[in-house]
């Protein structure tokens, strides 16, 4: 079955610590998002790629790194100058067709002890 | 910069009735796109609705509908004979045309009274 698949489901980092989460799609989609979302907010973009090699931060970067060398993989690094890490991670995929919606993965929820 | 708002935190309904959540976008653009998402307590987005700009007809999925309004900028989420699987954070989301970036609004929380 096609789809979008995040791991982990549950991450716990110590500060200081850098952590990446894994986003896999085999949807064949041109784009890749990462939002971030906190308790009773919307979703917030950090990064997304419109094509390989290719990423553009979103509303909230700061902190974190992405990399996109594969169509099907877009993982997000929270780093430690990310200082308030602990949220809700989504990832998600789409065609390049402006009309087409978002695919979402399950969500990771990263929280830092 | 684009922005989506929605300004309903909460909202309640009774089982079978009708509820409609508000949306409202400020762009300058002229050719976008609009989506309603639905994201319930397993926290699994799914698709509820979308609109493209340049029509005018309005467009509904099943028991969903939207209202919207071009001018006023707004894209409210009707949903008809609601029903308890309806329980959910709804999302209201826009994508200008050329764009890959997909800006969403803060959610309201939606719940269903039996």
């Known amino acids: 079955d096609g789809g979008i698949t995040q791991s982990p489901k549950y991450l716990f980092r110590k500060e200081g610590q850098n952590v990446t989460l894994s986003c896999e799609q085999n949807l064949n989609h041109d784009a890749m998002y990462w939002y971030r979302q906190d308790p009773g907010q919307g979703l917030r973009l950090i990064y997304y790629s419109q094509i390989v090699n290719d990423f553009q931060k979103g509303d909230i970067a700061e902190g974190y790194s992405v990399s996109r060398e594969k169509k099907e993989s877009f993982p997000l690094t929270v780093t430690s100058a990310q200082k308030n890490p602990t949220a809700f991670y989504l990832c998600?995929?789409?065609?390049?067709?402006?009309?087409?919606?978002?695919?979402f993965g399950q969500g990771t929820r990263l929280t830092v002890v | 910069a684009q922005t989506v708002t929605q300004s309903q935190p909460e909202m309640s309904v009774q089982e079978a009735e009708t509820v409609t959540l508000s949306c409202t976008y400020d762009?300058?653009?002229?050719?976008?796109?609009l989506f309603w998402y639905k994201q319930p307590p397993s926290r699994q987005m799914i698709l509820v609705i979308r609109q493209e700009a340049y029509k005018q007809q309005n467009a509904t999925e099943n028991r969903f509908s939207v209202n919207f309004q071009k001018a006023a900028k707004s894209f409210s989420l009707k949903i008809s004979d609601s029903q308890l699987g309806d329980a959910a954070m709804y999302f209201c989301?826009?994508?200008?045309?050329?764009?890959?970036?997909?800006?969403f609004g803060q959610g309201t929380r939606l719940t269903i009274n039996p």
């Open positions: 998600a995929s789409s065609r390049r067709q402006d009309y087409t919606e978002a695919f």
């Open positions: 989301a826009y994508r200008i045309q050329g764009a890959q970036k997909l800006v």
């Open positions: 762009t300058s653009e002229s050719d976008y796109y």
